[in-house]
């Protein structure tokens, strides 16, 4: 039997309430099943026939990885019914969302190329 659909914006209409953004959850069960559910929501079976894929996914490019990163993709993606690679390209998206959001806060990148934040010297 297939999953029925949920139209969220419908949901709310339903309730008296309006979408006003999304929720930011962090690692756990919580962070898990909101990626579940937005992959179920972006995922769309082409007109076609073929494997589900989110439509404005435009661009093919081979990403390399390590061995320990691939064996990861393909255990969470087990999990969520999905391929790892549609993980992979989604986890990308949200990771430079996050970036994204950081700077537009004026909050000072981290990471890779990024320098630490200078230290006070002690007296």
Not at 23 to 29: E, P, Q, R
Request: aromatic residues 2%; proline residues 7%; without cysteine.
């Amino acid at each position: 039997m297939a999953k029925t659909k949920l139209d969220f914006d419908e949901l709310a209409r339903g309730r008296g309430a309006e979408r006003r953004g999304q929720v930011k959850t962090g690692a756990g069960h919580f962070a898990a099943a909101q990626l579940a559910a937005e992959l179920a929501q972006r995922l769309r079976a082409p007109a076609h026939g073929g494997r589900p894929t989110d439509p404005t996914w435009t661009e093919r490019r081979i990403v390399p990885l390590r061995h320990r990163t691939l064996e990861r993709l393909n255990a969470d993606a087990d999990v969520l019914s999905v391929e790892p690679m549609q993980l992979a390209a989604l986890l990308i998206e949200k990771g430079l969302d996050s970036i994204e959001q950081e700077l537009a806060l004026g909050r000072p990148a981290r990471g890779i190329g990024a320098k630490a934040p200078a230290r006070k010297p002690t007296s």
